[in-house]
């Protein structure tokens, strides 16, 4: 009984501390898909398995309600200094805020429950804990018990001396250069499949998050030069303490580092609790998708000049036919030439506003791996947009500028005796433009917007994660079970045993 008040009294200070913790830490997300097929058009992905719920139970209450109770569990673990699980204990704190009850039943299986204030009897039934003679200004009822269950947050401890690997009984009174490594495996992983509308769908592996503080007693009589990696050191006196906030997802690992003389060790103490992790606000759906309307115009823009090239090389080819109709026909593809020149025009100005939309994308670590390929893409397009109206090489084919056509247009039509030769020239060129759409948009436009789709639906999925780990949060409130309608929350206070 006085073990465990004292137990009690310390997870009392580790919750008051862990939790100005968790008021400085921040929250959002960064998530990632694991691939996924692309629909047509972006959809909004969602998280079509939700968490599951903890345990609960209907009871029948002999008095009271149980809107009117309030449970708390600490799980309180003693760790092998190798972070095995020697034994749990689970302290259950019951509030009652309005009427007492004198009996309760608890849906739980514990093993060698006690009641730990007060007269009441704790015995262990077929369906659960039944509490009997609780007194009726008894507000606040404590009991535990031991339990088997494995927890949600596995811990493994490793040691080494000088290097190597050593057993943490072996490590006692030795010296030399020690570094610990306290790894902490989420064990609450479920599939989910992050889907939006149409055939896009992502399946991964979702868990409850967990924040896990990590922290140890260092005297400075026989510990120094001590490096606690990503976690941090405060000095108490003669004590150094050496803490670590994890968010293992499903792993995380506190590394320290130290020199020892005559090494001995407290213990390692964690606690553990469901809590979201700080991330980065998901944001940039919007803008992509303002960004995937304008490549839509703008292949559609291509695809009435490729329409009109086509058009161009019939009307060249039956201009051969006779010279009565050449000098229309001519006129025709000069004013034509005129009307490309403007649209391409137009497509590259578009096309720079969306290289510089996309170069901020891709300085940003969350989208970068998406952004670089479809900026690369982009300022590939550029070359072929830039060749398409000043001239260059484009797929092993050498094409003149737009204004050449027009100019041999012109020519031709000053004179019937070079018309024939003008009209097959032009012809040539016209069926290279026709080809060198064709190639921006299957090789550029449409690699593009797929890129920004998956961009799309990297986000939306990233959000659908975001909903489905707050739902496991809110949803993880109990560690055994509770009763139908009980409010509670549960905490984990691990201590490995000392070296």
């Not at 008051?16 to 996924?36: P, R, T």
């Not at 009997?132 to 493994?156: R, W």
């Not at 020239?425 to 069926?431: I, N």
């Amino acid at each position: 009984m006085k073990e465990e008040k004292n137990l009690k009294k310390h997870s009392n200070k580790v919750a008051i501390s862990i939790a100005v913790v968790l008021l400085l830490a921040g929250g959002g997300l960064y998530a990632a898909k694991e691939g996924g097929w692309l629909p047509d058009s972006p959809a909004i992905a969602h998280a079509t398995s939700a968490p599951e719920k903890q345990c609960e139970q209907q009871v029948a209450f002999r008095a009271g309600n149980p809107e009117a109770v309030a449970k708390n569990e600490t799980v309180y673990v003693k760790l092998q200094p190798d972070g095995q699980v020697k034994d749990t204990t689970v302290v259950n704190w019951l509030h009652f805020s309005g009427q007492v009850p004198s009996d309760f039943d608890d849906p739980i299986k514990l093993d060698r429950p006690q009641a730990l204030n007060g007269p009441f009897k704790v015995r262990v039934g077929s369906e659960g804990i039944y509490l009997s003679g609780i007194e009726a200004d008894a507000k606040n009822v404590f009991y535990s018990g031991h339990t088997a269950q494995p927890l949600p947050v596995e811990v493994q401890i490793r040691y080494y001396l000088n290097g190597q690997p050593i057993e943490a009984a072996k490590l006692h009174g030795k010296s030399g250069e020690v570094k610990m490594e306290v790894q902490v495996h989420n064990r609450t992983g479920r599939n989910a499949v992050l889907a939006g509308n149409g055939d896009y769908a992502s399946q991964k592996t979702l868990y409850t998050p967990f924040v896990t503080m990590v922290s140890l007693d260092l005297p400075v009589e026989k510990f120094s030069e001590v490096d606690p990696g990503e976690g941090s050191i405060t000095v108490l006196g003669e004590t150094m303490k050496a803490s670590w906030l994890l968010f293992p997802y499903p792993d995380a690992t506190a590394t320290l580092t130290m020199k020892a003389e005559n090494f001995s060790l407290t213990g390692v103490s964690l606690m553990a609790q469901p809590q979201m992790p700080p991330l980065p606000e998901v944001t940039g759906a919007e803008k992509l998708m303002e960004m995937d309307k304008g490549l839509e115009e703008m292949d559609h823009a291509l695809a009435q000049v490729e329409q009109g090239s086509q058009e161009l090389v019939g009307g060249q080819s039956r201009l051969q036919a006779g010279l009565g109709t050449i000098k229309n026909g001519l006129n025709k593809l000069v004013a034509l030439h005129q009307g490309q020149e403007k649209v391409l025009q137009g497509v590259l100005g578009i096309h720079n506003l969306i290289i510089e939309s996309v170069k901020p994308l891709a300085d940003n670590p969350m989208l970068a791996e998406r952004a670089k390929p479809l900026l690369a893409a982009l300022e590939q397009e550029q070359q072929l947009l830039s060749a398409l109206a000043n001239g260059g090489r484009v797929q092993d084919h050498d094409l003149p500028p737009l204004s050449a056509g027009q100019a041999g247009l012109e020519q031709a039509a000053g004179g019937i005796d070079q018309l024939s030769q003008g009209v097959q020239a032009s012809q040539e060129g016209a069926q290279k433009l026709q080809n060198g759409v064709a190639s921006i948009r299957s090789q550029g436009v449409a690699p593009m917007r797929a890129g920004v789709q998956a961009s799309i639906q990297e986000l939306n999925a990233g959000q659908a994660q975001i909903t489905w780990m707050e739902q496991a949060v809110k949803d993880y409130t109990s560690f055994l079970g509770k009763p139908k309608g009980v409010k509670s929350q549960v905490q984990f206070v691990m201590q490995t045993e000392e070296i």
